[in-house]
Protein backbone atom coordinates (compact mmCIF):
# COMPACT_ATOMS: atom_id res chain seq x y z
CA UNK A 1 0.00 0.00 0.00
CA UNK A 2 1.43 3.40 -1.27
CA UNK A 3 1.94 5.62 2.19
CA UNK A 4 2.81 9.35 1.57
CA UNK A 5 3.35 11.04 5.36
CA UNK A 6 4.18 14.73 5.67
CA UNK A 7 5.97 16.32 8.49
CA UNK A 8 7.16 19.63 9.92
CA UNK A 9 4.10 22.04 9.86
CA UNK A 10 3.87 24.33 12.09
CA UNK A 11 3.37 28.11 12.83
CA UNK A 12 6.01 30.83 11.72
CA UNK A 13 6.52 34.16 11.19
CA UNK A 14 6.67 36.09 8.14
CA UNK A 15 9.99 36.01 6.96
CA UNK A 16 10.94 32.89 8.44
CA UNK A 17 11.88 29.57 7.13
CA UNK A 18 10.33 25.71 7.29
CA UNK A 19 11.17 22.52 6.09
CA UNK A 20 8.60 19.89 4.95
CA UNK A 21 9.57 16.31 4.72
CA UNK A 22 7.71 13.50 3.47
CA UNK A 23 8.42 9.80 4.01
CA UNK A 24 7.24 7.65 1.11
CA UNK A 25 6.57 3.32 1.50
CA UNK A 26 4.75 0.68 -0.45
CA UNK A 27 6.47 1.29 -3.52
CA UNK A 28 9.88 1.98 -5.47
CA UNK A 29 10.47 5.57 -4.89
CA UNK A 30 13.21 6.22 -7.53
CA UNK A 31 10.29 5.00 -9.89
CA UNK A 32 8.45 8.28 -9.62
CA UNK A 33 8.53 11.70 -10.31
CA UNK A 34 7.12 13.98 -6.70
CA UNK A 35 5.10 16.54 -6.19
CA UNK A 36 4.26 19.78 -3.53
CA UNK A 37 0.83 20.37 -3.80
CA UNK A 38 -0.71 22.75 -1.01
CA UNK A 39 -4.33 24.53 -0.40
CA UNK A 40 -4.96 27.71 1.77
CA UNK A 41 -7.77 27.39 4.10
CA UNK A 42 -11.00 27.30 1.95
CA UNK A 43 -9.76 27.78 -1.49
CA UNK A 44 -8.59 25.61 -4.39
CA UNK A 45 -5.37 23.18 -5.07
CA UNK A 46 -2.30 25.06 -6.05
CA UNK A 47 0.72 22.78 -7.44
CA UNK A 48 4.21 23.89 -5.37
CA UNK A 49 6.71 22.01 -7.20
CA UNK A 50 7.89 18.85 -8.24
CA UNK A 51 10.76 16.99 -8.73
CA UNK A 52 12.37 13.94 -11.07
CA UNK A 53 13.42 10.71 -10.40
CA UNK A 54 16.66 11.48 -9.70
CA UNK A 55 16.45 14.79 -8.73
CA UNK A 56 17.78 16.28 -12.15
CA UNK A 57 14.91 18.07 -13.01
CA UNK A 58 12.63 20.38 -10.73
CA UNK A 59 10.05 22.73 -11.70
CA UNK A 60 8.10 25.37 -9.69
CA UNK A 61 5.32 27.78 -9.75
CA UNK A 62 6.24 30.88 -10.68
CA UNK A 63 5.39 32.52 -6.59
CA UNK A 64 7.92 30.40 -4.90
CA UNK A 65 10.57 30.54 -7.16
CA UNK A 66 14.01 31.90 -5.56
CA UNK A 67 11.64 31.00 -2.20
CA UNK A 68 11.40 27.18 -1.86
CA UNK A 69 13.56 24.00 -3.08
CA UNK A 70 12.25 20.55 -3.32
CA UNK A 71 14.36 18.34 -3.18
CA UNK A 72 14.47 14.24 -2.80
CA UNK A 73 16.19 10.93 -0.99
CA UNK A 74 16.16 8.03 -2.67
CA UNK A 75 18.28 6.07 -0.16
CA UNK A 76 16.11 7.44 2.56
CA UNK A 77 12.63 7.45 0.58
CA UNK A 78 12.31 10.55 1.52
CA UNK A 79 10.84 13.77 -0.12
CA UNK A 80 11.38 17.82 0.78
CA UNK A 81 10.18 21.11 0.73
CA UNK A 82 12.50 24.02 1.85
CA UNK A 83 10.63 27.16 2.24
CA UNK A 84 12.42 29.84 3.21
CA UNK A 85 11.51 33.90 3.27
CA UNK A 86 7.94 32.78 4.23
CA UNK A 87 5.01 35.08 3.42
CA UNK A 88 1.12 35.15 5.25
CA UNK A 89 -0.14 33.41 1.74
CA UNK A 90 1.90 30.79 2.21
CA UNK A 91 -0.26 29.57 4.86
CA UNK A 92 -2.30 26.41 3.19
CA UNK A 93 -1.93 22.37 4.10
CA UNK A 94 1.21 21.19 1.82
CA UNK A 95 0.42 17.96 0.47
CA UNK A 96 3.03 15.26 -0.52
CA UNK A 97 1.77 13.69 -3.92
CA UNK A 98 3.27 10.85 -6.19
CA UNK A 99 3.16 10.76 -10.03
CA UNK A 100 1.70 8.23 -11.39
CA UNK A 101 2.82 6.01 -14.69
CA UNK A 102 0.20 7.28 -16.58
CA UNK A 103 0.28 8.83 -19.94
CA UNK A 104 0.69 12.23 -18.56
CA UNK A 105 1.37 13.65 -15.07
CA UNK A 106 -1.62 12.41 -12.74
CA UNK A 107 -1.02 12.71 -9.01
CA UNK A 108 -2.29 9.29 -8.10
CA UNK A 109 -1.38 8.99 -4.24
CA UNK A 110 -1.69 11.83 -1.70
CA UNK A 111 -0.91 12.08 1.60
CA UNK A 112 -2.72 13.87 4.44
CA UNK A 113 -1.06 17.40 4.54
CA UNK A 114 0.52 19.26 6.75
CA UNK A 115 -0.43 22.75 7.79
CA UNK A 116 1.85 25.73 7.55
CA UNK A 117 0.52 29.05 9.36
CA UNK A 118 2.87 31.80 8.71
CA UNK A 119 1.33 34.19 10.81
CA UNK A 120 2.81 37.06 13.45
CA UNK B 1 -5.73 33.33 -10.78
CA UNK B 2 -5.77 29.78 -12.68
CA UNK B 3 -5.88 28.65 -16.29
CA UNK B 4 -8.09 26.43 -16.17
CA UNK B 5 -12.15 27.32 -15.67
CA UNK B 6 -14.70 25.40 -13.94
CA UNK B 7 -18.04 26.37 -12.93
CA UNK B 8 -18.14 27.28 -9.43
CA UNK B 9 -20.75 24.55 -8.73
CA UNK B 10 -23.66 22.17 -10.08
CA UNK B 11 -26.04 20.51 -8.59
CA UNK B 12 -28.87 17.66 -9.65
CA UNK B 13 -31.13 15.32 -8.03
CA UNK B 14 -30.50 11.31 -6.73
CA UNK B 15 -30.08 9.59 -9.47
CA UNK B 16 -29.29 12.35 -12.03
CA UNK B 17 -26.69 13.29 -14.05
CA UNK B 18 -23.97 16.36 -13.92
CA UNK B 19 -21.19 17.38 -16.04
CA UNK B 20 -18.30 19.79 -15.26
CA UNK B 21 -16.39 21.54 -17.14
CA UNK B 22 -12.77 22.63 -17.94
CA UNK B 23 -11.61 24.88 -19.97
CA UNK B 24 -8.30 25.60 -20.68
CA UNK B 25 -5.96 26.65 -23.86
CA UNK B 26 -3.33 25.10 -26.23
CA UNK B 27 -0.71 25.30 -24.05
CA UNK B 28 -2.11 23.32 -21.66
CA UNK B 29 -5.62 20.90 -22.08
CA UNK B 30 -5.01 21.46 -26.36
CA UNK B 31 -1.37 19.11 -25.71
CA UNK B 32 -2.03 16.98 -22.86
CA UNK B 33 -4.34 14.42 -20.97
CA UNK B 34 -6.78 15.88 -18.56
CA UNK B 35 -6.72 14.92 -14.93
CA UNK B 36 -9.95 14.85 -12.42
CA UNK B 37 -9.66 14.54 -8.43
CA UNK B 38 -12.35 14.49 -6.27
CA UNK B 39 -11.91 16.05 -2.68
CA UNK B 40 -14.55 15.57 0.45
CA UNK B 41 -14.61 18.10 3.41
CA UNK B 42 -11.11 17.76 5.51
CA UNK B 43 -9.86 15.20 2.92
CA UNK B 44 -7.00 14.87 0.81
CA UNK B 45 -7.80 14.64 -2.98
CA UNK B 46 -7.84 11.42 -4.94
CA UNK B 47 -7.17 11.25 -8.58
CA UNK B 48 -10.78 10.24 -9.74
CA UNK B 49 -9.86 10.65 -14.35
CA UNK B 50 -6.38 9.98 -15.60
CA UNK B 51 -5.28 10.12 -19.17
CA UNK B 52 -8.82 12.41 -20.32
CA UNK B 53 -11.04 8.76 -19.05
CA UNK B 54 -9.38 6.46 -17.55
CA UNK B 55 -10.37 5.28 -14.35
CA UNK B 56 -8.32 4.20 -11.23
CA UNK B 57 -9.31 0.54 -9.72
CA UNK B 58 -12.04 1.15 -6.98
CA UNK B 59 -13.57 4.28 -9.14
CA UNK B 60 -17.23 3.49 -10.16
CA UNK B 61 -18.25 3.80 -13.92
CA UNK B 62 -20.47 6.56 -12.71
CA UNK B 63 -17.66 8.60 -13.52
CA UNK B 64 -15.98 9.66 -16.91
CA UNK B 65 -13.98 11.89 -18.22
CA UNK B 66 -13.96 13.29 -22.07
CA UNK B 67 -11.86 15.82 -23.96
CA UNK B 68 -12.17 17.82 -26.90
CA UNK B 69 -9.98 20.15 -28.05
CA UNK B 70 -8.84 22.16 -25.25
CA UNK B 71 -11.57 21.41 -22.70
CA UNK B 72 -12.02 18.41 -20.69
CA UNK B 73 -15.85 17.24 -19.36
CA UNK B 74 -16.59 14.84 -15.81
CA UNK B 75 -19.63 13.22 -15.99
CA UNK B 76 -21.52 11.88 -13.32
CA UNK B 77 -24.45 9.91 -13.35
CA UNK B 78 -26.48 8.21 -11.28
CA UNK B 79 -26.01 11.06 -8.67
CA UNK B 80 -25.81 10.08 -5.08
CA UNK B 81 -25.22 12.00 -1.76
CA UNK B 82 -22.16 10.53 -1.10
CA UNK B 83 -20.94 12.40 -4.52
CA UNK B 84 -20.95 15.35 -2.77
CA UNK B 85 -17.19 17.03 -2.99
CA UNK B 86 -15.24 19.61 -4.18
CA UNK B 87 -13.86 18.59 -8.35
CA UNK B 88 -10.50 19.86 -9.94
CA UNK B 89 -9.46 19.31 -13.30
CA UNK B 90 -5.73 19.33 -13.97
CA UNK B 91 -2.98 19.17 -16.24
CA UNK B 92 0.97 20.26 -17.02
CA UNK B 93 0.94 23.83 -19.04
CA UNK B 94 3.82 23.52 -21.15
CA UNK B 95 4.51 27.30 -21.70
CA UNK B 96 4.46 27.62 -17.88
CA UNK B 97 5.99 24.59 -17.62
CA UNK B 98 4.28 24.27 -14.51
CA UNK B 99 0.74 22.16 -13.56
CA UNK B 100 -2.30 23.43 -13.56
CA UNK B 101 -5.52 23.18 -11.85
CA UNK B 102 -8.92 24.11 -12.19
CA UNK B 103 -10.78 26.93 -10.25
CA UNK B 104 -13.08 23.89 -8.77
CA UNK B 105 -16.79 23.02 -8.92
CA UNK B 106 -19.15 21.80 -5.66
CA UNK B 107 -21.32 19.04 -6.72
CA UNK B 108 -24.13 19.80 -4.74
CA UNK B 109 -27.25 17.00 -4.66
CA UNK B 110 -30.39 18.31 -3.96
Known amino acids: EVQLVESGGGLVQPGGSLRLSCAAS????????MTWVRQAPGKGLEWVAN????????YYVDSVKGRFTISRDNARNSLHLQMDSLRVEDTAVYYC?????????????WGQGTLVTVSS | QSVLTQPPSVSAAPGQKVTISCSGG????????VFWYQQFPGAAPQLLIY???KRPSGIPDRFSGSKSGTSGTLGITGLQTGDEADYYC???????????FGTGTKVAVL
Open chain 1, 97 to 109: VRDGLCGGDCLDH
Open chain 1, 51 to 58: IKQDGGEK
Open chain 1, 26 to 33: GFTFTKNW
Open chain 2, 90 to 100: GTWDTRLSAYV
Open chain 2, 51 to 53: DNN
Open chain 2, 26 to 33: SSNIGNNF
